[in-house]
């Protein structure tokens, strides 16, 4: 089992930058992609960003390219995302997953474990 926890949320202004980590703990795969993944009220569960096993190879959803930036510290198991330029549709609640494959991917289905949640919150 794989026990992820998420930190670094917050309340700021639109406009304003936060930084997510996601520290991984337990019996991880030998080597595993990650992805960020958000949850606003009412709404389904998407795609934010995924970073591959080597950390090498990235992915992003549109609404986030060239604001976020995600990445590993491999040694460390543990991945963040940088957010810019924050918007209010960002406000969500940011979670954290486990891939048991090497290669990055973009759907909630695709991954197998996941973290509690971390809230971000951007006013206006």
């Known amino acids: 089992q794989v026990q992820l926890v998420e930190s670094g949320g917050g309340l700021v202004q639109a406009g304003d930058s936060l930084r997510l980590s996601c520290a991984a703990s337990?019996?991880?795969?030998?080597?595993?992609?990650m992805g960020w993944f958000r949850q606003a009220p009412g709404k389904e569960r998407e795609f934010v960003a995924a970073?591959?096993?080597?950390?090498?190879?990235?992915l992003y959803a549109d609404s986030v390219k060239g604001r976020f930036t995600v990445s590993r510290a491999i040694f460390a198991n543990t991945m963040y995302l940088q957010m810019n330029s924050l918007k209010i549709e960002d406000t969500a609640v940011y979670y954290c997953?486990?891939?048991?494959?090497?290669?990055?991917?973009?759907?909630?289905?695709?991954?197998?474990?996941w973290g509690q949640g971390t809230q971000v919150n951007v006013s206006s």
């Open positions: 997953a486990v891939r048991q494959a090497g290669a990055a991917a973009g759907t909630p289905p695709e991954y197998d474990f």
């Open positions: 970073v591959n096993w080597s950390g090498r190879s990235t």
């Open positions: 337990g019996r991880t795969p030998g080597a595993y992609a």
